[in-house]
């Protein structure tokens, strides 16, 4: 395992393994705790700064064909995004030698390197149009020492014709066209800097020697989707590799609109989306290296690093080998999610959907804010507005640390520490595994525990869930809002991860038109609801409301003493509430709900042991929940169910239904009913004494009086 380090004033730190018990500094929760490990990563190490230089690009390396060339055209078709200031399209810069095209505020401009190295311009009459195509094409005829650029704007609306101007520029000079230097897309490189990154779509890119005939370099972007290679179709195959991350599977110059799934008709999607502040890869040096020992116990672990006026923590999760994995109990981290979330900036500028928010600040959450170079959430958008669908964890994640926010990571090492208390022995697992092992990770064990918001799931993952639930596998899901967005892994890069927000659901964003399809998978995008998986079908309760002011509590149901749920509420106390305390926002039913809902799939035989009340006005009901705005009426809609069901061969399903829950588990030092609930399931749940599946009911039990899936009038 390789740790890269930044020190922004070369101050050097003590490096130290920890185990984190709990990150959630609360004063009335369990409290921060972390363990000192002996390890060989322990010691003192030289600081200095490793800068982050975002923006993609595509890159060929240098070749003989550029650098024999005599006579030139270039050609490539533009689809800008953002036009302000010099933006590169297509760079071959060499010295001496070379040739680019750019645009300067939307300008296209052709450059060629004089015999005497100087640079010589052609710049086109008036800018092409921001989110529209345009065919630049550039020449020069060594006969004729004659440059020429033409521009001419790729439209279909009747309005656009009007405006749409095609243009011609020539100048005569002696160029140095032939360059040995690598071509890049929507980068220039000098040296070993790049800047003018592009902010748009780059589609039928070609390059020749022959200034009036056809190009013998031709790159279809439309080949090779989801990788991270560029096809050169010519004869001299000039392939190249993309660089962090643009977006692949985007509708290209020749998209007509009538075909949106790029697996259907790939010509159709041969543009690639270049950002000015993609960030895949921080390509840092490696500061410190540890070889993870045998007989390290299964966990979450941290590189601590501390100087004298601050401390960070690289965080990492342990798990064991196949043979070693003896527990009955796995923790999932759910790790994918955290990648959609990594460096998340909307509960530091909330008002973008919840309005006002107070939030505490943190030193990661100042220090975000003041370095956007660290890169973007799948919870922003890009400068140009596009929604960022790609996340990697290969760059500094200033939120998957301790002594955050309560929320996501931090909220989850609640549940560690109280699974610490039940003394329950149990393995930490990833996301990532399970995406790539299957149900073959999930077979080791007999029970998963889920973090407080496992959003993000990838078809592998949720196949393997539902086929090992199916074999009497039991599940703990601790939160609330999970198995909501379809996500993909980049098979090249699987540090990152793809989500596309279509249709429906609550979105920072929505995907454009013609972009529904991942490029990873080849699937839909978008809710799991939408794609007929709702996640009712696997936990017994789907997303219902959010709100992130104060949380409710929940009310015991009629149906709290039946038989089949005697063990989760044996030693509770005799109080018709449960959770009316916790460390997020005082109770434990708030922040992300979910509900039962026959109609989505929730188990027809299952139990709501509880349903939450107490809700502000300010927690509304989800966005697929309802059709159309209307006057919100009376009704059970907005709550969280404690959901309880038995599957097939002595399996059994508990859903907590908020992700709030895990911070009521800590309150009177876990003297609580939550935490006696929910210690309680995992121990019969542990317990390899199968669940009887109940005989004869067609019914759910529990259900809240006047419990309805819509609260909206039309």
């Not at 092992?437 to 393997?464: C, F, K, N, S």
């Not at 890069?493 to 490029?519: F, H, K, L, Q, S």
Request: aromatic share 8%; with cysteine; net charge negative.
């Amino acid at each position: 395992m390789q740790f890269m380090v930044s020190s922004l004033d070369s101050e050097a730190f003590d490096g130290q393994l920890v185990r984190l018990v709990c990150g959630d500094i609360s004063p009335d929760g369990h409290g921060f705790e972390e363990v000192e490990c002996e390890s060989t990563l322990n010691g003192r190490y030289a600081g200095k700064p490793q800068a982050l230089h975002q923006g993609s690009w595509a890159e060929v390396p240098a070749n003989t064909f550029c650098a024999r060339l005599k006579g030139l055209r270039v050609e490539v078709c533009a689809f800008p995004t953002l036009v302000d200031g010099t933006r590169t399209l297509l760079d071959c810069w060499g010295e001496p030698g070379g040739f680019a095209l750019e645009l300067r505020d939307g300008v296209p401009c052709f450059l060629a390197q004089a015999q005497d190295g100087s640079t010589i311009e052609l710049i086109a009459d008036v800018p092409i149009v921001r989110n529209r195509w345009a065919r630049i094409t550039a020449s020069y005829d060594p006969n004729l020492q004659a440059l020429n650029l033409a521009v001419v704007p790729l439209v279909s609306a009747p309005g656009d014709r009007v405006s749409a101007r095609s243009q011609t520029k020539q100048r005569t000079a002696s160029a140095l066209v032939a360059s040995n230097a690598a071509l890049t897309f929507a980068t220039r490189v000098r040296g070993s800097q790049r800047d003018q990154y592009f902010d748009g779509r780059l589609d039928g890119c070609s390059v020749g020697s022959d200034p009036h005939g056809e190009p013998e370099v031709h790159w279809d972007f439309s080949l090779d989707i989801g990788s991270e290679h560029i096809r050169d179709t010519g004869l001299h195959q000039l392939h190249g590799e993309t660089r962090q991350l643009p977006g692949r599977a985007t509708p290209g110059v020749q998209w007509t609109g009538k075909v949106h799934d790029w697996t259907v008709d790939p010509g159709q999607y041969g543009a690639i989306h270049f950002h000015s502040d993609d960030l895949a890869d921080a390509q840092w040096e490696t500061t410190c290296r540890l070889v993870v020992p045998d007989d390290l116990p299964s966990g979450v672990y941290a590189l601590r690093s501390r100087t004298e006026s601050c401390e960070d923590y690289a965080v990492f999760f342990v798990s064991p080998a196949a043979e070693d994995a003896t527990e009955a109990v796995a923790w999932l981290a759910p790790t994918i999610t955290y990648r959609a979330y990594a460096n998340v900036r909307l509960n530091l500028s909330p008002e973008q959907i919840f309005g006002s928010w107070a939030e505490a600040e943190v030193a990661n959450d100042r220090f975000l804010m003041e370095h956007p170079e660290c890169g973007l959430s799948c919870y922003e958008v890009h400068a140009d507005g596009h929604g960022v669908a790609n996340s990697s964890h290969r760059r500094p994640i200033m939120n998957l640390k301790p002594k955050g926010g309560v929320w996501s990571f931090t909220a989850d090492t609640n549940i560690l520490a109280w699974l610490d208390r039940t003394a329950v022995p149990h393995d930490v697992i990833t996301d990532d595994a399970l995406h790539v092992q299957g149900r073959e990770l999930l077979d080791r064990y007999r029970v998963i525990v889920t973090g407080t918001h496992p959003e993000y799931w990838t078809t592998p993952m949720l196949d393997a869930l539902e086929g090992w639930l199916s074999r009497g596998g039991r599940l703990m899901v601790m939160g609330a809002n999970g198995f909501y967005w379809r996500t993909g892994v980049h098979a090249s890069n699987p540090a990152a991860i793809e989500v596309r927000r279509t249709e429906d659901g609550a979105r920072a964003w929505v995907a454009e038109p013609g972009e529904y399809i991942m490029e990873t998978s080849g699937e839909l995008g978008g809710l799991w609801r939408r794609i007929g998986r709702p996640p009712n079908r696997v936990t017994g309760a789907g997303f219902a409301a959010q709100g992130f002011s104060v949380s409710g509590y929940y009310r015991r149901s009629n149906a709290w003493d039946d038989p089949r749920v005697a063990f989760a509420v044996d030693g509770l106390s005799d109080s018709e509430l449960l959770g009316n305390y916790g460390t997020v926002g005082g109770g434990a039913a708030g922040q992300e709900i979910d509900r039962f809902d026959e109609s989505l799939g929730s188990p027809a035989h299952s139990i709501i042991l509880a349903s939450s009340e107490g809700h502000p006005p300010d927690i509304l009901l989800t966005k697929e929940e309802f059709a159309a705005t209307g006057i919100p009426l009376p009704g059970t809609a907005v709550r969280a169910d404690v959901v309880f069901f038995e599957t097939s061969q002595g399996g059994a399903v508990f859903t907590t239904g908020s992700i709030a829950w895990a911070g009521s588990l800590a309150t009177d030092d876990y003297d609580n009913d939550v935490s006696k609930m929910t210690t309680n399931v995992l121990k019969r749940f542990a317990d390899p004494a199968p669940f009887a599946a109940p005989d004869g009911v067609t019914r759910p039990k529990g259900l809240p009086r006047q419990a309805s899936s819509l609260a909206t009038l039309f």
